[in-house]
T-cell receptor, first 111, second 115 residues
């Protein structure tokens, strides 16, 4: 069953601007992860945030998690054309079950 | 040095045929997965497998079967292919599941087209 729902479905910005993508989920989680998928390629793990964390940074990426609202956001600062890709959130529900992915946000960064 | 490799990258076949997709990981991970990505980019888990347990998504038709000759390989066999099986299939691996705090490593995908 689908867990995460990303918002927006598509986002187009100019190079240098910040991009924010949101993810909402339905059940309790152990952690939430964000992945990037370039066109025609596999998914690449970007960052993981645990249920007891509220914010995490990795380079130009900033992830927040609000477990009370069952939502997360991914911020990419100072975007580059190379950031053009689809971004997926995925939830781990504390059991031994596989990650459940959302539908993704297609980000286009225009040079 | 590819961490998770899938073959073939592209597969075009006729309805009714039987085909296999191979997956190998050289990361020493304990768990491997098969995901199906449809034309709308929605990723759906099909199977997860480690040495101890096979978890099958109950919505997956029994024409699909995973076969694991050893810990580093999880192949996907599909019988009696149908048009609706056309999709991109991704293999992935992780160290003892996601709850250990590590992400999944994905292969580059196999685009299956059934004609």
């Amino acid at each position: 069953s689908q867990q995460g729902e990303e918002d927006p479905q598509a986002l187009s910005i100019q190079e240098g601007e910040n991009a924010t993508m949101n993810c909402s989920y339905k059940t309790s989680i152990n952690n939430l992860q964000w992945y990037r998928q370039n066109s025609g390629r596999g998914l690449v793990h970007l960052i993981l945030i645990r249920s007891n964390e509220r914010e995490k940074h990795s380079g130009r990426l900033r992830v927040t998690l609000d477990t009370s609202k069952k939502s997360s956001s991914l911020l990419i600062t100072a975007s580059r054309a190379a950031d053009t890709a689809s971004y997926f959130c995925a939830t781990d529900d504390s059991g031994n079950t596989p990650l459940v992915f959302g539908k993704g946000t297609r980000l286009s960064v225009i040079a | 040095d590819t961490a998770v490799s899938q073959t073939p990258k592209y597969l075009v076949t006729q309805m009714g045929n039987d085909k296999s997709i191979k997956c190998e990981q050289n990361l020493g991970h304990d768990t491997m997965y098969w995901y199906k990505q449809d034309s709308k980019k929605f990723l759906k888990i099909m199977f997860s497998y480690n040495n101890k347990e096979l978890i099958i998504n109950e919505t997956v038709p029994n024409r699909f079967s995973p076969k694991s000759p050893d810990k580093a390989h999880l192949n996907l066999h599909i019988n009696s292919l149908e048009l609706g099986d056309s999709a991109v299939y991704f293999c992935a691996s992780s160290q003892d599941g996601a709850h250990y705090g590590y992400g999944y490593t994905f292969g580059s995908g196999t685009r299956l087209t059934v004609v």
